[in-house]
Each structure stands twice: as structure tokens, then as C-alpha cells.
């Protein structure tokens, strides 16, 4: 199983990104993004979940991100407006078999947001 993310970069205060991880190896429940800032922990961004097609997003992205995907190849993107500096991070993509626990990850990509 893998997953590869991809899509950061650097981008001004306003601008946009959109990311995109897709997985290999077999199907997941959910798909989600997390992201870690520089000296804090890692929070959680975004989710998708495949059979119902819900979405959730933390507080601090709603309104400017959106999570979509296409459950046929396995790859989901998030789509990043209205970037501000604090979105500064390494996002990951990670995965869910069962409720309760991601099982794999990605390997990040950076995201900075200049002011």
C-alpha cells in the first residue's frame, strides 16, 4: 500500500494550491489530510468518506478548502483557497480501513504561504 501526495509549493498570502494523494494497493473507508506546522502537532484538515461521500473539515479551513476525489483510482485532492500564512505546513494524506485509526500515510508535501 502506498500513497502518494503532491501539489505544495509556495504561494502568496490570497493564492491557491490543490493537492492531490492518490493510493495503491487496495481501497480505503476514508480519506483525509492533516497538517503539521513547524513546532506544533499535527492536526486534522480534511476527510472524505467513500460511501456516503460526507466531508468534514476543521474550523480553521471551512469556507476556503474543499476535499474531493474519485473513489474509482483512488486519489483524493484538496483544494486550497484564500491560503494565509498560518496554513503554513507539511500536509499529509493519510488513510482509514476501520473507524478510529488512520493506517497509512503519505510522505508530506510542503506548503508555504508567504505574507
Known amino acids: 500500500v502506498q500513497l502518494q501526495a503532491s501539489g505544495g509549493g509556495l504561494v502568496q498570502a490570497g493564492g491557491s494550491l490543490r493537492l492531490s494523494c492518490a493510493a495503491s494497493?487496495?481501497?480505503?473507508?476514508?480519506m483525509a489530510w492533516f497538517r503539521q506546522a513547524a513546532g506544533k502537532e499535527r492536526e486534522f484538515v480534511a476527510r472524505?468518506?467513500?460511501?456516503?461521500?460526507?466531508?468534514y473539515y476543521a474550523d480553521s479551513v471551512k469556507g476556503r478548502f474543499n476535499i474531493s476525489g474519485a473513489n474509482a483510482n483512488n486519489t483524493v485532492h484538496l483544494q486550497m483557497n484564500a491560503l494565509k500564512p498560518e496554513d503554513t505546513a507539511i500536509y499529509y494524506c493519510?488513510?482509514?480501513?476501520?473507524?478510529?485509526?488512520?493506517?497509512?500515510w503519505g510522505q508530506g508535501t510542503q506548503v508555504t504561504v508567504s505574507s
Open positions: 494497493g487496495r481501497t480505503f473507508r476514508t
Open positions: 472524505l468518506i467513500w460511501s456516503s461521500g460526507s466531508v
Open positions: 493519510a488513510a482509514q480501513i476501520i473507524v478510529g485509526r488512520y493506517d497509512y
